[in-house]
DNA sequence: GACATCATGTAACCCGTTACATGATTTT
DNA sequence: AAAATCATGTAACGGGTTACATGATGTC
């Protein structure tokens, strides 16, 4: 249930249509919790049948402003305090180290040697990815900066953990 | 489609029933891609019905004893090597982090020494299934000494990050 | 004999992905 | 006039979670 989670926590900084969410979801969220344009929508349905957002200005092409309702922002803070996050973490690239043993030895590294690039890559994009957003001084910016940095870290992790493991095969 | 592939790869070190396997989830894959009973039995079907696996005996109390046929094998390798993990990461405790802005600063200090705690707690999970675990010179405890130092790293990282991250809250 | 463990299978439901489907408005 | 962008909605399918359902075998 986090999609409806992320979709209020992005209300409660500025109304928004769900075109716009998809945008905010492509730069901002896309590293933690990537969601589809028809997630999106018709999660944004549900919400409003339940009351937890409302559309407050319709503009053209059918566009629907939503924002967050009191019942909205509750829910989000309960979200926030109440519940664990508990989700388990799914890693293919993980659970492929665990079978390069049926590999000969030079692929194994040779998947680690990816992995090393892919991290360097991730790594850059995230680089690019703070400089060409412009930081001001609202909760997202201030709080998506901390989750960003989170990504570098991962990433210079990851790098590091893929050189120490090509030299543990033999 | 990857709850096949750690299938498989299990498969490839040693025969197993799905009994088997579902402790095998439990102990050393559990961190990488959990598994459910009734996942594994389903796949295990399907697995077979496709002639990636066999059943090569039969034991008490109805038991099924699969083993890895060429064709899975085969598809085993594939996987590793001529497809790209592209798994896209969720994280609900990285989503969080987003919205605390609209907690006060101490419930988001508070947020994230609860982070600090769970990775504590990992960190000393995983010493402790090193020190309960038979290494042997078999792929999966070379491979699985891998994965388990990957996740050590990750909840050192955790820990680090956190700490950075609640002295960024004003 | 009671209890723990071994052992398998199925059904309902929720969430996420991909693809289809349509059309208005703005920019070049 | 054409192309890009804005804007929404639905349907089919696949995988994961929870719960239900059953029973045999080994151990104390």
Redesign the interface.
């Known amino acids: 249930m986090?999609l409806r989670?992320?979709l209020l926590?992005l209300l409660?900084?500025h109304p928004a249509s769900g075109y716009d969410l998809l945008k905010l979801f492509e730069t901002?969220?896309a590293?933690?919790?990537?969601a589809t344009q028809s997630q999106i929508y018709t999660e944004l349905t549900k919400l409003a049948d339940a009351g937890l957002i409302a559309v407050a200005a319709e503009g053209p092409r059918g566009r629907k402003e939503y924002t967050l309702t009191a019942e909205g922002?509750a829910e989000?803070?309960h979200?926030?305090?109440e519940t664990k996050?508990?989700?388990?973490?799914?890693?293919?690239?993980?659970?492929?180290?665990?079978?390069?043993?049926?590999?000969t030895p030079d692929?194994a590294r040779g998947?680690l040697t990816e992995l090393i690039e892919r991290a360097d890559e991730g790594h850059q994009g995230l680089r690019q990815l703070e400089e060409s957003i412009d930081w001001t001084d609202?909760?997202?910016s201030?709080?998506?900066?901390?989750?960003l940095?989170?990504g570098l870290?991962?990433h210079t992790?990851h790098r590091?953990?893929a050189e120490?493991?090509s030299g543990?095969i033999t």
Not at 31 to 34: G, H, I, M
Not at 142 to 147: C, N, S, T
């Open positions: 986090s989670h992320a926590g409660s900084e901002s969220l590293n933690a919790w990537p922002l989000l803070r979200w926030l305090t996050p508990q989700r388990t973490t799914r890693s293919d690239t993980l659970l492929r180290v665990f079978f390069l043993g049926v590999l692929q998947y609202d909760n997202l201030v709080y998506g900066r901390i989750a940095e989170y870290r991962l992790m590091e953990w120490w493991a543990q």
